[in-house]
């Protein structure tokens, strides 16, 4: 049986308490088919998950941007998959764009978070995609498929995975980050 359509928004670093209520209210009010067509989860910035995890509907599941590729520990700003598993936070998102680009994540480093947050009972939206000069040189596929296997390396289980085809040409320009103007941003 086919996985049911997976609908997600990445609210980036982005929003104050109000305008997270606002969006929160606005998606309560969504209509949307039901749970058993569609799963709708939203990625609010860290500080605003137990608001929107204890505000959202029911029926709408609540990720992280991000988590740490191992047990807690001296690990300053970073969050742990056990902080977020005892927050009641079903998803991560890992190996987004703007962290390989930005913070240097490599393939395997993404795939050994991937593990370790699966390990732990997380779902992972697990990202790959390529840059704008990888597309322009015609590497698109060779560089999706090395950040696929590099996760497939070390997952055996793909039930509680979805791959997210997040390409920085979205979000990225030759100089570097694009501006976001609002929240709810695709992954």
């Known amino acids: 049986m086919g996985r049911k ?21 606005n998606l309560n009010d969504a209509q949307v088919p039901s749970f058993d067509v569609v799963e709708v989860v ?7 998950l137990p608001l929107v995890k204890n505000s959202l509907r029911p029926d709408f599941h609540v990720a992280a941007q991000n988590c740490w590729v191992k047990k807690g520990g001296a690990f300053t700003g970073e969050v742990s998959a056990e902080m977020l598993v005892n927050l009641g936070i079903p ?9 390989r680009s930005l913070l240097n994540e490599s393939n395997e480093f993404v ?9 732990q009972g997380l779902k992972v939206i697990a990202c790959v995609g390529e840059t704008l000069e990888q597309r322009e040189a015609g590497s698109t596929m060779e560089v999706v498929a090395a950040q696929t296997k590099a996760i497939a390396a ?11 085809y997040e ?14 103007t609002g929240t709810g941003g695709a992954f």
Do not use: M
């Open 167 to 180: 390409p920085c040409v979205g979000y990225w320009n030759r100089e570097g980050c694009q501006s976001c």
């Open 5 to 25: 359509f997976f609908v997600g928004g990445n609210w980036k670093c982005t929003g104050t308490t109000e305008e997270v209520k606002k969006i929160v209210s």
């Open 91 to 99: 998803w991560v998102i890992l190996g987004h764009s703007e962290r």
């Open 42 to 48: 939203v990625s609010p910035p860290y500080v605003f």
């Open 154 to 164: 070390r997952v055996s289980n793909w039930a509680d995975v979805v791959l997210a």
């Open 111 to 119: 795939g050994d978070k991937v593990a370790y947050a699966l390990s």
